[in-house]
């Protein structure tokens, strides 16, 4: 049974995540709170994996997010079903090209959703802040994860500051950072 709800769930992510990966990200925190088959802490690691491996990162995310909740088929059921809806409006739109490609409906259509992708990808950012840099409950000063705010804060100024650093190659830059959270703990 926990197939087929994965296989829903996953369905309805792709389905309406328009604007790439992080925009699955509201869908899932929801997910992780309605179902309990992993926490927000857990959906903050599974971003961060997702954000450093190749891939795009809602599959990632899903395969995760499969895994945790059932184990190796849950993750193939996790992400043949975020896929799935994609897939089937590619074919459609190629299928259709010729009249999509001089419809002003769809193009004020996918116009439209641009707000709607932003928002969803703003809501993640909160959200993922909210994981990341704040103890909610917790008063003064304890109410900041100074660590990763410190780590913010330093790559914010060596990637907009320090010349030799401001035109490294992202993955370089990916790659210590992955390193520093591995030897702060994070």
């Given at each position: 049974m926990i197939y087929l709800k994965l296989i829903?769930?996953?369905?309805?992510?792709?389905?309406?995540?328009?604007?790439?990966?992080?925009?699955?990200?509201p869908f899932l925190q929801d997910l992780a709170e309605r179902t309990g088959w992993f926490t927000q802490e857990q959906l903050a690691d599974m971003i961060a994996v997702s954000e450093s491996t190749p891939g795009p990162i809602g599959i990632n995310i899903a395969t995760y997010a499969g895994f945790s909740a059932a184990g190796?088929?849950?993750?193939?059921?996790?992400?043949?079903?975020?896929?799935?809806?994609g897939i089937a409006c590619i074919l459609t739109i190629a299928r259709l090209y010729d009249r999509f490609r001089t419809s002003g409906i769809a193009e004020r259509t996918f116009y439209g959703l641009?707000?709607?992708?932003?928002?969803?990808?703003?809501?993640?950012?909160?959200?993922?802040?909210?994981?990341?840099?704040v103890n909610p409950g917790k008063a003064g000063l304890a109410f900041f994860n100074l660590k990763p705010l410190a780590l913010a804060a330093v790559l914010f100024a060596l990637t907009n500051l320090a010349k030799p650093i401001k035109g490294a190659h992202p993955v370089l830059l990916i790659a210590a950072s992955a390193i520093i959270g591995v030897i702060a703990r994070f």
């Open positions: 829903w769930e996953f369905i309805k992510i792709g389905a309406f995540a328009f604007g790439g990966g992080m925009a699955t990200i190796v088929l849950g993750s193939i059921c996790a992400t043949l079903s975020v896929v799935a809806p641009r707000p709607a992708s932003a928002g969803l990808i703003s809501a993640a950012l909160y959200a993922l802040a909210l994981i990341t840099l």
